[in-house]
């Protein structure tokens, strides 16, 4: 399976996992969500773009500091005023290769290195009312992340490839358009910190960069109220 | 030692300075001379009979170990004192635009009469009085301004401790995780040219015409060896480096006979070639570092049968010089110094010559000298190295990892190699190659009623320890990082340093360097996270 059919699976998954539940709901509800008095269920997909706070080393090793992401999740939204949590996953999977850092003077060796990502983010957060435009939904959040990173390359032994997960913290900020009732595009910015969790070996350890992190700008599809 | 410091014969002054000539020329050697005139010698043959496979020598009995003591034991016992240098001449560089009346000047200052300038050398040689110092000579051209450098042209010699083959494994390569840094880089390719600058390398096959005009003694008070006359000396490429006038053998060069076929009469050189690139995976004998590459066989290094047949070069520094900027014109990326010398003073046409190369774009391995117990004096060939970057000196270890009891410390020393350690592990804690037939090269250690002309085409495999042997590891290890594409010598031992295992004292330190050398991890090199 390649990975954007990957992405693809994963992101109807997630629409269609909160898609029944949502649509149960729309005969009954008939508040708006950022001021519902009952539980509402949604989903979303994402895709996006992450640009790495450790830019050096993943700019030496994969040739960018940054690259497509793409995932999904669903919302609950709670009966309280606009509070929410959210749980969702996206992904990151590049290629590139391993290297020599000598001083300034970097020097690829042609060794393929594969480097994915995988962090699970609860949120919690709050969306706003605005009474003049009800279609747009400003909303805030953080949480914790739980950041999967897996590097796998060529003639690696035991113990030389990496596939473990770090705990980091979120903040994201972003503005829901509603098309319609139960559908919805949202543009939101996530900043994510995952402070120790390279640096200890790699190019990271020769760049003393050590934050897994990052900022994210992201464009979601919401289904649900 | 009292022994006459100098001998002309037939208008030429012999190379076998040490010898202790005591009949002079014999009959059968002065009736003979003008089948090979002068101090040279002559091809008689192109092809030869196929070489001997002696296979691995583990019933000889042991052989005592070779020293620097040992290697200039004719020398010592002979007629020039056993000085670390040659007398009559010396080497000066003058300074760009010094005219031709400062260097008459100087030349008359050291009373010298001559000045030649070789090929491959941007230094001259003045001759000067037998009588005079070499070194004070020196010192005084070295207080002219129009002077950059002046130095005796003192001797070298291979740096290696041969002993016997008694076990047929090689530990040495496992040792530094070869297997799997062959994984990754499966020998180089015939893209990197590694020079050898040592006695010689068994590389052709052939049969040359010596004369032996001398009988000579090997200690104090001993028997005399006899001059033999007119000899012809079969050679053969050894299996397990390649076939004669096969491309394995990329634009070799004599500096010790001034001709183009720089074969061993020693065991050294091509020792050392085996560990850089013995044949592998061929189902025979043993491995090499960088089993693809091509050699050049660069021959700087005089072995005692040269010296027998008076060959008209000594391994002196000028000559060590000449080679070195030989190999970097001929393409050579790696060059590799098993040889060196610890008597004497600094040796700057050395030096000038080794930022040449490096400024060539070759990557430079020199052994550090196996003197540690021997008083420790550092190689001076080796001791530039912390400022050349490009060049490394190299320590030895032995299969314990652990620092090996000849190897010589200093702040020079900058990474260790397995280069054995036979007074720990015994005979196989050598690094065993295959190398030509001591047996039937060494002749002179029989009995005088069995000495007799050496055979150069009879191969075995011998366990050998040194620094020497030590030292083409890491050239082996540049050839291999060169075709990962790491092209610039500087890059090479930077790499090589910042993946070496710390051995010793935490951090560089004088017995290891920066430690042992770690092949794999190196071509290997970083991933993001590790």
Known sequence: ?225 | MTVPQSVWTTGRRVGLVGIAIAGLLTAAGAGQTPQVPGASRLLVQDTALPPMDRGLRDQDSPRAARSRADAERLRGDGGDDGLPYVRGSIIVKFRPGTTAAGITAATRQVAGDTIDRSGWANFDIIDIPDAADPEAAAAALRERPDVEYAQPRYRNYAMSKPNDPLYPNQWNFPAIDMERAWDIQPGATSDIIVAVLDSGVAFRSGTFRYNSTFRFRLTPGGPFYPALGVVDVPFAAAPELGASGSTRFVAPYDFIWDDDAPVDLDSHGTHVTGTIGQLTNNGLGVAGMAYNVRIMPVKIIQAVWDEIFSSPNEGTDDVVARGIRYAADHGAKVINLSIGRSDGGPAPVVTDALRYAVGRGAFIAVASGNTRDDGNPANRLAQPAPDINGMVAVGAVGRTLDVAYYSTSGPFVELSAPGGDQRAGGTSAGILQQTLDLDLIETYERPVAQYGPPRADAFSFYYFQGTSMATPHVSGFAALLMQQGVTSPAAVEAAMKQFATDKGAPGPDELYGYGLINPRATLRGLGLAR
């Open chain 1, 1 to 225: 399976m390649t990975y954007r059919l990957r992405l693809s699976v994963l992101a109807v998954i997630a629409i269609a996992a909160v898609a029944v539940p949502a649509a149960a709901q729309t005969r009954t509800a008939r508040q708006p969500a950022t001021s519902s008095r009952s539980v509402q269920i949604g989903g979303y997909a994402m895709v996006g773009q992450f640009r790495f706070a450790s830019a050096r080393s993943f700019d030496t090793i994969l040739g960018t500091d940054s690259g497509p992401i793409a995932g999904g999740g669903a919302t609950v939204g709670l009966p309280v005023g606009g509070l929410f949590v959210d749980i969702g996953a996206w992904q990151f999977a590049q290629s590139g290769e391993r290297v020599l850092v000598l001083g300034s003077e970097v020097i690829p060796l042609g060794i393929p290195v594969e480097i994915r990502i995988v962090p699970v983010e609860i949120s919690a957060g709050w969306r706003f009312r605005i009474r003049r435009l009800p279609k747009l939904i400003p909303y805030a959040a953080g949480g914790y992340t739980s950041f999967g990173y897996k590097e796998t390359s060529t003639f690696a032994g035991t113990g030389e490839d990496v596939d473990e997960r770090f705990g980091g913290y979120h903040l994201r900020g972003g503005v829901e358009f509603k098309i319609t009732r139960w559908l919805g595009v949202a543009g939101e910015a996530t900043w994510t910190t995952v402070p120790d969790a390279i640096g200890g070996g790699g190019v990271s350890k020769a760049f003393n960069e050590d934050n897994l992190g990052g900022t994210s700008f992201r464009a979601r599809l919401t289904v649900g109220r």
